[in-house]
């Protein structure tokens, strides 16, 4: 087992959804836009903890745990590049307060169980593209996909054989929505 993993805890995209999200993009977007995120790997990261020991894991895990929070509905109605960041996103106009909640308590966790954050404000987003080109012509507004968050995961990001591999590492339940 590695000393550390790099982990992050995030909502996973429903696998029709990502379907739907890879299609429409590629209808949408010039071929020379970016570095595509492949379907299984599109999230939105609701923590970045960096590289976490084990014993570290459990701890933010347990914390993790004892989370209680109700569910919302996600809707991606949004789109934007960001040129400093160089990636290009989905995310919701309207942010639901449970998602604001919810990443603000595992943030909170993780900067006080020592891990490295980056002080920058939350901005829900799906990465759609990274390394993009300097100037990305972003669809019409009109697009929309919404689902229920009924659980939120511990992600392991891995490197292997030149790409990026996000693992599953363990679910947690929200409650019923308010
Ligand atoms: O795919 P998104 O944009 O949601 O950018 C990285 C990615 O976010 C972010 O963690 C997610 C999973 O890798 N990330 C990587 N390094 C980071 C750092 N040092 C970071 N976020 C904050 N600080």
């Known amino acids: 087992m590695p000393a550390t993993r790099r982990l992050f805890f995030a909502i996973d995209v429903p696998e029709n959804i990502q379907q739907q999200l890879v299609d429409w993009r590629a209808l949408h977007f010039a071929a020379d836009t970016g570095r595509p995120v492949t ?4 999230h939105m990261t609701l923590a970045f903890l960096g590289e976490v020991s084990a014993q570290k894991q459990q701890a933010l895990s347990a914390l993790a745990e004892r989370i209680q929070q109700p569910g919302f509905t996600l809707t991606l109605d949004d789109a934007g590049h960001w040129p400093r960041s160089r990636v290009v996103w989905l995310g919701p106009k309207s942010t639901p307060r449970g998602l604001l909640q919810l990443a603000s308590m595992l943030r909170s966790q993780a900067a006080r169980s020592g891990c490295a954050q980056i002080p920058q404000p939350f901005h829900p987003h799906i990465t759609l593209y990274r390394q993009t080109c300097h100037s990305v012509r972003l669809p ?6 919404q689902w229920q968050v009924n659980e939120f995961v511990l992600y392991e990001s891995l490197f292997e054989r030149g790409r990026t591999r996000y693992r599953p590492l363990a679910r947690w339940p929200l409650g019923q929505s308010s």
């Open 140 to 145: 019409p507004p009109g697009f929309r996909w």
């Open 39 to 42: 379907a299984a790997n599109l």
